[in-house]
């Protein structure tokens, strides 16, 4: 997607070779256009698949998933970091976080996944895929299946681009980043 492209190189900031900052059009500040256009890139990536639910992990996934979830007419479900009281059937999983540098417990209310479902699951960035693979095990347990993995951004120079492309996913990430070094943001193809 050649306008976050765009925005990235003009508002995104390298905290260091590995972090990128999105805080003033995605992971704070939300610019409502550019993530609405970004609900409708992975509705056209998506659009044949079978899609009953949209997944993300809250926070930023959140916004995009909407605009996509209106576009194929499902709900979207957010996978929960802290467990609420209101919870009644969970199913837990656990997930290393590569920015906090910390691991913690996500959770989804069991009845919104069944094996019936086909989930498309979006998320803002793809680093080494903890994120995902905590998200791959609540969807198992649920017996629901992944039709797909909608990445706004992915950084392919670490280790979760593989591991997803390894199980045999359809992977679609809006943009993808070779490397980040020295200050100097490199596209992947
Ligand atoms: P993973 O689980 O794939 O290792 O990392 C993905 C999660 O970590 C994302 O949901 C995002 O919250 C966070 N993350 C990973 N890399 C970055 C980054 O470069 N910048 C920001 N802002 N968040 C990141």
Not at 11 to 28: M, T
Not at 168 to 182: P, T
Request: hydrophobic share 40%; glycine share 6%.
């Amino acid at each position: 997607m050649n306008k976050l492209k765009q925005v990235i190189l003009e508002q995104g900031k390298l905290i260091d070779d590995d972090i990128l900052k999105v805080d003033r059009f995605l992971n704070h500040q939300i610019d409502c256009s550019l993530v609405k256009e970004m609900g409708e890139a992975f509705y056209q990536h998506f659009k044949e698949r079978p899609i009953t639910k949209i997944v993300t992990i809250e926070t930023s996934g959140i916004a995009p998933s909407i605009f996509c979830g209106l576009l194929f007419n499902v709900p979207v479900i957010f996978i929960k970091k802290t467990q609420p009281s209101t919870m009644q059937d969970p199913v837990f999983s656990e997930v290393f976080s590569f920015t906090k540098q910390k691991t913690y417990t996500v959770c989804l209310e069991k009845e919104f996944l069944t094996e019936d479902d086909h989930v498309l699951f979006i998320d803002d960035f793809l680093a080494n895929g903890e994120a995902f693979h905590g998200a791959e095990k609540l969807i198992e347990q649920c017996g629901a299946t992944i039709e797909g993995v909608g990445i706004i951004i992915e950084k392919a120079f670490q280790a979760g681009h593989q591991y997803i492309i390894d199980q045999g996913y359809d992977l679609y990430a809006l943009a993808s980043i070779a490397s980040m070094k020295e200050g100097t943001i490199v596209w992947a193809e």
